[in-house]
């Protein structure tokens, strides 16, 4: 399913398999997950995407064939395949252990083709092991909504109260995982969505409510996953003293004036970017410690433009699911 220009539909095509090159190994997809990332770059909210470019980085596939140079990697092996491409080594944010940051990075379904195919190509040193304990479908989502959800958990610090803004795929692994580390999770939902307050009750939240409502208590921290600008003064004022904010997506609409009370007292105001391969590994060892479980939905992947505008209507419990 190729995007050919921004704000189009997807289109339904037929391209040669690739071959991979130095490095890089053949994957035969089994399961691509649709991630809020796939609308922005749909929408034209994200710059200078490769055209025409196969979406996708929430891949899970087996091994068909591997390119000259590779190891740890074997024929019929599961792995996945993340936001996260390929990283240039040398720069100074991957020589620091930086490489979210790296000023060369490549990404999965935006700068080259992801997983809404039945196969793609993609470098040796990103693809991840799959832990036995999940099928393909659900561990699809873990391998951006999980991870980039992880990379905000662990810059929130060790927060007992955690609130978690916009309750969608990333928000419903966390809660799990919080949960089960002993914290308390405050999710917060659009106005008058009971059935998402339900479902976060399920999965662990101690209180569940609508945005524009102030939770019981002083939060120690909140994580903010809806791409609203708004939510920012609204998190600050939850927060206490030395409680910290973090904006865990990667576009976010413009955020408004806030007063300089809502930051005072050493509260933090941050953002996270992208993930390293470590973020995976130690994701995946959390995940399945705390037996994390994802709520899909599967979809032909004919479908991909339903899965999107569902995604965009906020239509989805958990986290769709593309098969080819």
């Not at 770059?41 to 996708?56: M, N, T, Y």
């Not at 190891?71 to 996945?80: K, P, Q």
């Not at 973090?246 to 413009?254: K, L, Q, T």
């Not at 339903?306 to 769709?320: H, I, P």
């Amino acid at each position: 399913m190729v995007l050919e220009r921004p704000g189009d539909a997807l289109v339904a095509s037929e391209l040669p398999i690739p071959s991979p090159g130095q490095g890089e190994i053949l994957v035969r997809v089994s399961r691509c997950g649709v991630c809020r990332t796939d609308l922005h770059i749909v929408d034209g909210e994200l710059p200078a995407p490769r055209l025409p470019l196969v979406l996708g980085h929430e891949v899970v596939g087996t091994v068909e064939e591997v390119g000259p140079g590779v190891s740890g990697h074997r024929i019929g092996a599961r792995v996945g395949v993340p936001w996260l491409a390929r990283t240039c080594g040398s720069c100074p944010y991957c020589l620091a252990g930086k490489e979210n940051l790296c000023e060369r990075a490549v990404f999965t379904g935006y700068s080259r083709d992801g997983g809404y195919a039945e196969y793609l190509v993609a470098d040796a040193a990103t693809g991840i092991p799959i832990p036995d304990m999940y099928g393909d479908e659900e561990a699809a989502p873990l391998l951006c909504a999980g991870l980039i959800g992880y990379r905000a958990y662990r810059v929130a610090g060790d927060a007992l109260r955690l609130g978690l803004f916009g309750f969608g795929a990333a928000a419903h692994l966390l809660a799990q995982l919080a949960a089960a580390e002993g914290r308390e999770v405050y999710a917060f939902t659009r106005d008058g969505d009971l059935e998402g307050q339900a479902f976060a009750r399920s999965l662990g939240a101690v209180w569940a409510g609508g945005s524009g409502e102030a939770p019981p208590v002083r939060l120690d921290a909140a994580i903010i996953f809806a791409p609203i600008g708004a939510l920012v003064p609204i998190a600050l004022s939850a927060v206490g003293p030395g409680g910290t904010v973090v904006c865990a997506g990667i576009h976010m609409s413009e955020i408004p004036a806030f007063p300089y009370e809502l930051l005072w007292k050493e509260r933090v105001l941050r953002s996270v970017a992208n993930l390293t391969r470590e973020d995976g590994r130690l994701f995946l060892e959390a995940a399945s410690r705390a037996s994390i479980r994802a709520e899909t939905e599967a979809l032909p992947l004919g479908d991909a433009n339903v899965a999107l505008a569902r995604l965009r209507e906020g239509k989805v419990k958990g986290a769709l699911v593309l098969v080819p």
